[in-house]
Structure formats: structure tokens, C-alpha cells
């Protein structure tokens, strides 16, 4: 259903872009995200989009991530810019259309000092 890329390991300050490929119209899902977790710890926010094209970020990365859809492709992006070692984590992505909701793969994303 969803396809999450472009994770890697990169040194802190340098950026990338995830992707988030849907099997379906994205322009049916009210709400489209990214989620990260680290070991030990649960699942959390980092950014959203929903159907209307509201975006919202987590504090800890305004600034730094956009998100963003290409419709056409049924694509949600997350540009990631001055990338800190606290941003590693498994980046999840996420498509809710009522009352569904559904996860991709997951995609790592390691920064280093």
C-alpha cells in the first residue's frame, strides 16, 4: 500500500528525502505522515499533510523538515535539511482514509556526528 525510500546514513548538517510511494489515489487519504521510533521507544510524529494540503511538523524539526504530496504521483516527500544526530530513527510512513489507517515499511535513517 505504501512504499517508504531514501533513507541512509549521512553525517550531521547534510540532507535527504524520503519518499512515500501509495498504491492508491493519495487525494482519497484525509491525512498523510511521517512517523519515526528508535529502539526502546514508541512511535512519534514528525510530520503530516492532510487531504486540504495543511502541513504540520513537530517542533523539533521546524525549520529543518518539509513535507510535501505530488498527487499526480502519489507521492508524500519529506525533505529533511541540517540533519542532527537525535533525527536517527526508522522513518514510518502513513495514510489514513476513514476509517483505515495504513503503515508502510519503514525506511533508516542514521545521522552521525
Known amino acids: 500500500q505504501l512504499q517508504a525510500s531514501g533513507g541512509g546514513t549521512v553525517q550531521a548538517g547534510a540532507s535527504l528525502r524520503l519518499s512515500c510511494a501509495a498504491s492508491r489515489s493519495i487525494s482519497s487519504m484525509n491525512f498523510m505522515g511521517w512517523f519515526r521510533q528508535v529502539p526502546g521507544k514508541q512511535r512519534e510524529f514528525v510530520a503530516g499533510i492532510t487531504s486540504e494540503g495543511i502541513s504540520r511538523v513537530v517542533d523539533s524539526v521546524k525549520g529543518r523538515f518539509t513535507i510535501s504530496r505530488d498527487i499526480a504521483q502519489d507521492t508524500v516527500y519529506l525533505q529533511m535539511n541540517s540533519l542532527k544526530p537525535e533525527d536517527t530513527g526508522v522513518y514510518y510512513c502513513?495514510?489514513?482514509?476513514?476509517?483505515?489507517?495504513?503503515w508502510g515499511q519503514g525506511t533508516q535513517v542514521t545521522v552521525s556526528s
Open positions: 502513513t495514510g489514513r482514509s476513514l476509517p483505515n489507517t495504513y
